[in-house]
């Protein structure tokens, strides 16, 4: 393997070096379709940062009536479109956007952003090939984004503004299986099932190339305890990944047959919806619960394990510090992961299931606490007594670790069932997820963003845009969501339009309007990124291989790597954290240097 491996590597450094005699690859090939991990992993980025817009402007919209409900709506009031409801978001409107909101974010933001963008782009250039394992297999992988878009795109217009999908991300029948359910069961809720199938077969190809490129394609050196955590995140998920995701693909196909072919598997006998006919079945929703969060709870840590990665990666080269713990730290992602696909239950307390079960998985949720917290605690550790260096990166990586820790807490409420008998389904929920995924993930995303574009572009982001993109962003993002948890022990529900219809909800409207300045804080916090990246990417200063003076092989290739990668196939003779060791002046000590072994005393 490692032969075939040089030989390619030669082959392309040997095309970059020769242009005369070689035919140019053409525009199409090298940036649109492109077989390149790196073209893919930006491609991937840029998209996924387009998307993060869309999905923004659809919370903002969710948070305007929130904050001023039934009021003519800033922008879109006017649209033809919004006329015949009078420039106000309706109920129905409402649905449609929260459930786009989350679709978008969760499909087309987050899971996407680390696999795709990073894994794509990091992957290769961290164990040292020159490659994906199957190069077409991946350019695959993001081309079928696009169908899903285009899909999601179609299943939100399809309806007018009263009938688009709008059974939540989570798309519980019966409102999902039943077309006569709601306004927006219709055609809009089909191409929303079929939307989600082309992201999961994006997310398999992309799986099946990690896991294959991960075991049989590192630099001679690279023993799986010398690879960095980003990589381990990134094999665990895609090990994750690729035993969830067909439970949720099936089940997508189950509800679809439900829907076109007169199945039932998820719609029960004598059911009557919207006065219609009594429904003929036998089959049971809370089978879809089952399999939906069967997938979907380990997806939270597809959503997650990436950046905690990236993170470990971060904190190190900027404290100047080995990892501490590295093995544990590799075991409890683990064991986070293996963890994950025993608790799915406990997102279906209230759904009146047995005390006996609801107490396993009290018990199975609340061990997912110990290896997050040995997580915490190391990184911590990696930071104590460190050479702090608070460049953005970093600043966003810190806020990873203290949001993940602000969510990892109110997650253990939720897992007592006592407690989420209370708050399940209110904004106390609301509050525990938008922690994980944006104050954890997002600014991990964040900081990755800021560290690796110089090795994807060769040019640097301009520091003090970066922070001030992360102060403004920090704010708004606590700002918004601290707020929830509030909003929750007090008894708002999540997903109501309207929640101040009830008097005991009335005195909560200051708050929520509070929460929508910072979030619009936060949206227009999104233009300094925006910026900052494409202007950077352009006119950023140029910088060399290794601008952080940073351990992993990726800092070894040139900024931006060819088509290739390294300049000849790297040597691995350390781990990736010897950060101020003694065994040399400098306070870094790169995986590729080697070190001749001193003569021990006595020996001659
Ligand atoms: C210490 C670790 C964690 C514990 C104990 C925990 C516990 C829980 C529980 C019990 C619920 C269900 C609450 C309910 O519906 O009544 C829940 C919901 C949720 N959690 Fe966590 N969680 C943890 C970490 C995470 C992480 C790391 C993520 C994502 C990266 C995450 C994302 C979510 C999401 C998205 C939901 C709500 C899904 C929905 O209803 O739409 N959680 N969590
Ligand atoms: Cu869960």
Known sequence: MSIATHDTAGAHSHDDHAHGGHPEIGFVRKYIFSTDHKVIGIQFLITTLLMLMVGGALALAVRWQLAFPWQWMPIAGDLEVFKDQGGIISPEFYTMLFTMHATVMIFLVIIPVLAGAFGNFLIPLQIG?????????????????????????????????????????????VLSAIASAAPGSGAAQTFWLLAVTCVGVSSMMGSVNYMTTIINMRAPGMTLFRMPMTIWGMFITAILQSFALPVLTAAGFMVLFDRTMGTCFFVPAGLVVNNADPTIGGGQPLLWQHLFWFYSHPAVYIMLLPAMGMVSDILCAFARKPLFGYKPMVYSLAAIAGLGFIVWGHHMFTSGMNPALGMTFMVSTMMIALPSAVKTFNWIGTLWGGNLIFTTPMLNSVAFISMFIVGGLSGIFMAAVPVDLYIHDSYFIVAHFHYVLFGATLFGVFGAIHFWFPKMFGRMMNDNVGKLHFVLTFIGFNGTFFTMHLLGVAGMPRRLADPFNYPYLEHLLPLNQFMTYSAMLMGFAQFLLLGNFFYSMFWGPKCGRNPWNANGLEWDAPSPPPHGNFDSIPVVYRGPYEYSSPLTDKDYLPQTEYIPPRPQPGTT
């Open 129 to 173: 090939a020159d490659d994906m394992a199957f190069p077409t297999l991946n350019m695959l992988s993001y081309w079928f984004m696009w169908p899903a878009i285009v899909l999601f795109g179609i299943s939100f217009v399809i309806g007018g503004v009263t009938a688009g999908p709008a059974a939540g991300w989570t798309s519980y029948p």
